[in-house]
């Protein structure tokens, strides 16, 4: 009984030829060349939480951290718009000769700063 290699391409490099062809073609002939490589399995532990007071304050400072970001978004969004807002009315009431605009500005502007400012210097 006689052994027979087979020696035609199997469907997998007759494709994989194909993809290398037309990545040449492409201009990524380049970006085929990598490979992706997994290193050494690693041991994923569970964290260990002796108690509950701890998830508590981290759960605090979380909370907090967003709270603080949220109003320092909100104070630089109001302060830059009443900024701009403020120059506007300016530069209105230098041509115009009066500046009433400005005075109306700071009136609907200075109620909301108030507000937002009034958190950076609150003693409670």
Known sequence: MDLVLDTSPS??????????RSAILLGIADMAKFEVCVGDEFEVSAVEVESIETVLALSTVSS?????????????????????SLLVATLIGFFDGSFNEVNAVWTAGGVPLGFVLRSYFDKG
């Open 11 to 20: 469907v997998y490099e007759v494709s994989a030829s194909i993809l290398e």
């Open 64 to 84: 907090t951290h967003r709270t603080f970001r949220m109003r320092e978004n909100l104070t630089v969004f109001i302060m830059v718009t009443l900024g701009i």
